[in-house]
């Protein structure tokens, strides 16, 4: 016997003996009345009966009148009801099947036996169905309002709590990647700079989303504002680099600066000026075209052009 079983047998017991004693009370009635009758308890017995366990109570109900106990009569019109039953409930039980009522009575007669994880995994597939509210955070009024601005949520589209929080770690792991890149570049770049990092951001996001009283928004966002500027002017200053480098290289380097510098250095010429032109090259070039020296230049021309955009 399966554990459905331990239910039907008792109720299957008390049906075949209320089922005796409408026999007994009902022994002078016609035998068609007294059939149409016993008809009648069998259907309201299964009425409350699962349409998946009506076959076994069936079963049940028949053993309750063997052949041998001299009731041939009885059994016959037990018999002949529960196949009539049988056959009309299966065709109810197919209705029920699309009976929207009938599937959630049956869901809540299953709710209390139903593991936890089982019971979360339904109410998601519901919400998702539309059938009840999703459940989630109770949101505060003017960040949700802001939230939904600012990305143009749709009337009747609302956070997922899940979702929320997996779009939270991806920008985190951008911004947490992007402050350590841009803060270590700066410090190469400038490390006597006087701008410099605040208290480490990964740190100040973790306390103020625990709602630490002494994190503010203001502190977070003021950090994720000096490093919003950092980030740009580094960005920006590629542009400007190539050209202030263009620049310093040509007042340097220009055949008529060049020039200019051989004919202030040399009154007198013992050499052609071409050739002394070249020297001059030769000996700017030694002293300004390093790599180290190079390097250097263009450092420099970041550094400028961010502490001047910042």
């Known amino acids: 016997m399966t554990e459905m079983d331990s239910d039907i047998l008792p109720e299957a017991a008390r049906l075949a003996n209320r089922i005796r004693a409408l026999q007994a009370d009902m022994m002078q009635e016609p035998l068609q009345a007294r059939q149409e009758f016993i008809s009648n308890e ?147 770049i400038a490390p006597g700079s006087k701008m410099h990092r605040g208290a480490p951001l990964q740190r100040l ?19 994720l504002e000096k490093l919003r500027k950092l980030n740009a002017a580094l960005l920006s200053s590629v542009g400007e680099t190539g050209r202030q480098f263009s620049s310093r290289y040509g007042k340097k380097f220009a055949p008529a600066e060049i020039e200019a510098a051989v004919r202030t250095e040399h009154k007198k010429f013992l050499a052609s000026i071409k050739i002394l032109c070249w020297e001059k090259y030769c000996e700017l070039a030694a002293e300004n075209l390093d790599e180290a020296d190079v390097d250097h230049e263009i450092r420099e021309i970041v550094r400028e052009f961010v502490d001047r955009v910042i």
Request: aromatic content about 6%; proline content about 7%; charged content about 20%.
């Open 42 to 188: 069998i259907k309201r017995s299964m009425a409350v009966i699962a349409p998946t366990q009506r076959p076994e109570f069936c079963s049940a109900l028949a053993e309750q009148f063997p052949r041998w106990d001299g009731n041939d009569i009885t059994r016959q019109q037990v018999n002949a009801s529960v196949q009539s039953q049988t056959e009309a409930n299966s065709n109810a039980g197919a209705m029920d099947q699309q009976d929207p009522f009938f599937l959630v009575q049956q869901l809540c007669k299953l709710a209390p036996k139903l593991p936890q994880a089982l019971k979360e995994t339904l109410i998601e597939r519901l919400a998702d169905a539309g059938l009840i509210p999703r459940s989630g955070p109770d949101w505060p009024g003017e960040p949700l309002s802001k939230f939904r601005n600012r990305l143009q949520l749709e009337d009747g589209l609302h956070p997922h709590a899940g979702h929320v929080l997996e779009l939270a770690l991806i920008l985190s792991d951008l911004t947490l990647s992007i402050d350590q890149i841009a803060w270590n570049m700066w410090k190469i």
């Open 205 to 223: 996001i973790s306390r103020f989303m625990a709602n630490d009283p002494e994190v503010s928004r203001e502190q977070v966002s003021n950090e």
